[in-house]
Each structure stands twice: as structure tokens, then as C-alpha cells.
């Protein structure tokens, strides 16, 4: 079964910087797409960022031009720089990859754990 392992959350002051990142047990091209959602408390869990096989990325409006996702295909990871980090930028992060359908129906999620990511002074 393939799991999806994150680091690099903690602890930041408004206007820092934090990467995570999150590593997969398999090739991630054997996935249609993976990301990034994030999760506050008392809040639903939310796209931050998703890259697909072929390259393509969308990002929440809240952090386009802030946060850049990216992957290393020779280590199996998929990272998310999050620069000029916010308090609002608070959360629970997870690394999501899934499949897809060729008619577009999205199925075979797989989450990791989650980190904590905290911008506070």
C-alpha cells in the first residue's frame, strides 16, 4: 500500500518561509495528480496546491504568487515553498496524491499524516 510521509512544518514568524515536503513509496508518475491541502481548526480541509503527472499546477487564490509547488522525480517527492507565510496561513498540512479516471472521476486518494504549519510573532 502506498503511503505519503510529510516533513518540514513548525514553527514561523509572519512574512517567513517553510518547505515541506512529502515523500512517496512509489514512482509519484504512477499517480494522476499530488498536492498539498491544508487544514485549520473548526475548518474544512482545502487545496493548496496539486501538481499533475504532466506538469501542470493550481494553486489556491489565497497563496498564488506566495507558495511554489514542485517535484523531484529522482527522490519520489513532492514539495511546497511557502514563502511570505501569513497567521491565516495557519494549518494542518497534508499531501494528497490520487487517480483519474480518463472521463475525469477522481478515485484512490491517498493522504499522509499531516504537519503542523504555525505563523505566529
Known amino acids: 500500500q502506498v503511503q505519503l510521509v510529510e516533513s518540514g512544518g513548525g514553527l514561523v514568524q509572519p512574512g517567513g518561509s517553510l518547505r515541506l515536503s512529502c515523500a512517496t513509496s512509489?514512482?509519484?508518475?504512477?499517480?494522476?495528480?499530488m498536492g498539498w491541502y491544508r487544514q485549520a481548526p473548526g475548518k474544512q480541509r482545502d487545496l493548496v496546491a496539486h501538481?499533475?503527472?504532466?506538469?501542470?499546477?493550481n494553486y489556491a487564490d489565497s497563496v498564488k504568487g506566495r507558495f511554489t509547488i514542485s517535484r523531484d522525480n529522482a527522490t519520489n517527492t513532492v514539495d511546497l515553498q511557502m514563502n511570505s507565510l501569513k497567521s491565516e496561513d495557519t494549518a494542518v498540512y497534508y499531501c494528497n496524491a490520487y487517480q483519474r479516471t480518463p472521463y475525469g472521476l477522481r478515485y484512490q486518494d491517498v493522504w499522509g499524516q499531516g504537519t503542523q504549519v504555525t505563523v505566529s510573532s
Open positions: 501538481i499533475t503527472k504532466g506538469g501542470s499546477t
Open positions: 512509489r514512482s509519484i508518475f504512477s499517480f494522476y495528480a
